[in-house]
């Protein structure tokens, strides 16, 4: 029996994008989604929008909440399916049949796991993350930063717990962490799996957002481990800029 994947996606006043991420949830091929909108009492003709595919949403509930997290534990709380992933507004699956290759691709992992595509508000592709996926996912993996976003990780359900209400903006790190220490079967998939909208309130508190981080891998990681583990961030972010300038120049 295939699986069920409770897709959520989370919303509040973005008209210009929620259909085109809406569509990339209703047009999958694969037929066992259970598809929970939970949008944040949107005053912008958004809930207009996504009330036309209401017959093709499991669960829509449209209320004020405290924040991203706090929306996300709404979603989490009414999911049902065996497993999880979060397309939030502006974000999409890569292709209509993204799901069936991810659940093809080995049977009954706890995660699955893939690459993301970054796009504009143009939608025109800006290529790969920075970070890479790695070859090999554990809980270890985002020691030099988060090198699987949110929008290409499919998490056993059994294995979620809330987001932690004390992190505003880089709660989904702590949250992938937590879920990837109990997880003994971890499945990458060819390719990539997802278009992530390039922006977010992390680029705009981007100070807040590592701190954050900081925190985070300190309390998973260790502090020394996780200050040589910055100094190496710090090193490849410069290389990388280097590298990058030149190829620009």
Partial sequence: MKPVLSVITIVYNNARDIERTMLSVLNQTYSGIEYIVIDGASTDG????VKRHENRIATLVSEKDKGIYDAMNKGLALATGDYVIFMNSGDEFYASDTVAKVFATAPDADIYYGETEMVNDARESLGRRRHNVPPKFTWRSFKYGMSVSHQ??????SLVESYDPRYKLSADIDWIIRAAKKASKIVRVDGYVAKYLVGGMSKAKHKQSLLER???????????????NHAVIAFNLGWYWLINRRTND
């Fill in 152 to 157: 290409g990780i499919y998490i056993k359900r």
């Fill in 214 to 228: 900081f925190d985070i891998m300190k309390r998973h990681y260790g502090l020394i481990p996780t200050l040589f």
């Fill in 46 to 49: 958004t809930l207009d929008i």
